[in-house]
């Protein structure tokens, strides 16, 4: 199972960028897929989710109306498009893909937003 993390990098605050995910050794369409942020000394936080078929999506109040999920099934893909980035959303960003009772993890990517 591999879940690699790509688009991370620095940012100045307004800016944009776009994580994408490749999934690969499972079934990707029979998982929900996640991203999460943790800052050290922070918990890891959930960021946005998407369900298996990309119907249904959910995000932390803090990234309302500045992210969006998305995925395709046909290139085992995940992405985060993120505007209007500011410095606390500084963080790695990890992956994730779940089917009860299986969750896997990406290697994370580094988002700076700093000027």
């Known amino acids: 199972v591999q879940l690699v993390e790509s688009g991370g990098g620095l940012v100045q605050p307004g800016g944009s960028l776009r994580l994408s995910c490749a999934a690969s050794g499972f079934t990707f369409s029979w998982y929900a897929m996640s991203w999460y942020r943790q800052t050290p000394g922070k918990e890891r936080e959930l960021v946005a989710a998407?369900?298996?078929?990309?119907?249904?999506?959910n995000y932390a109040d803090s990234v309302k109306g500045r992210a969006t999920i998305s995925r395709d099934n046909a290139k085992n893909t995940v992405s985060l498009q993120m505007n209007s980035l500011q410095p606390e959303d500084t963080a790695v960003y990890y992956c994730?893909?779940?089917?009860?009772?299986?969750?896997?993890w990406g290697q994370g990517t580094q988002v700076t937003v700093s000027s």
């Open positions: 998407i369900s298996s078929r990309g119907d249904s999506t």
């Open positions: 994730s893909a779940r089917r009860v009772p299986r969750t896997y």
